[in-house]
T-cell receptor, first 112, second 115 residues
Framework: SQELEQSPQSLIVQEGKNLTINCTSS?????LYWYKQKYGEGLIFLMM?????EEKSHEKITAKLDEKKQQSSLHITASQPSHAGIYLC????????????FGTGTRLTIIP | KAGVTQTPRYLIKTRGQQVTLSCSPI?????VSWYQQTPGQGLQFLFE???????NKGNFPGRFSGRQFSNSRSEMNVSTLELGDSALYLC??????????????FGPGTRLLVL
């Protein structure tokens, strides 16, 4: 089974609407990263959350980390076509190890 | 600052051949990690190099190898290519790594197609 489960797997949203993507871990989280990927391209760093309860925002994207629930959520407000892509959460499960384990991704489509 | 660069961007090889991919990290970054991305398995960690030494390794066969040079540039090599090696290969760099708590910045990837 996946150590990081993302939901939903895909999302189609009308431009201007809000949306939330979730990432749930089966292991203790020591931190969590959110990346965005355009199809077939590299990953663009969005945010890193390190402490339980931490919340970060960048432009219209907000991410929160709930360590007790071993879960993170990514919320986009007033979505735009530029938000379309695949969102990936990643976590380092081994302290002292650069290895990031990634979720399977959420494909976001924005309808004009 | 220039981002992580990877060359070549696209590559077509046939089964049995070998291939070498290159990654130049962000200036000042000394840790370079490699990942393989496929539709079936998603993003999987291959290995990480720091100070010209492999520091961490994922669960890939010995056909996958890498190295890092004194300027932190890294190469990965895949020998005896198999059809299943077709994937997007991504490298990521961070300042010094070793904690899993430094941001890893990814390059655009090299798309490898094995025929």
């Amino acid at each position: 089974s996946q150590e990081l489960e993302q939901s939903p797997q895909s999302l189609i949203v009308q431009e201007g609407k809000n949306l939330t993507i979730n990432c749930t871990s089966s292991k203790t989280l020591y931190g969590l990263y959110w990346y965005k990927q355009k199809y077939g391209e590299g990953l663009i760093f969005l945010m890193m959350l390190q402490k339980g309860g931490e919340e970060k925002s960048h432009e219209k994207i907000t991410a929160k980390l709930d360590e007790k629930k071993q879960q993170s959520s990514l919320h986009i407000t007033a979505s735009q076509p530029s938000h379309a892509g695949i969102y990936l959460c990643g976590a380092p499960f081994n302290f002292g190890n650069e290895k990031l384990t990634f979720g399977t991704g959420t494909r976001l489509t924005i309808i004009p | 600052k220039a981002g992580v660069t990877q060359t070549p961007r696209y590559l077509i090889k046939t089964r049995g051949q070998q291939v070498t991919l290159s990654c130049s990290p962000i200036s000042g970054h000394r840790s370079v990690s490699w990942y393989q991305q496929t539709p079936g398995q998603g993003l999987q960690f291959l290995f990480e190099y720091f100070s010209e030494t492999q520091r961490n390794k994922g669960n890939f066969p010995g056909r996958f190898s890498g190295r890092q040079f004194s300027n932190s540039r890294s190469e990965m090599n895949v020998s005896t290519l198999e059809l299943g090696d077709s994937a997007l290969y991504l490298c990521a760099s961070s300042l010094s790594g070793g904690t899993g708590r430094e941001t890893q910045y990814f390059g655009p990837g090299t798309r490898l197609l094995v025929l």
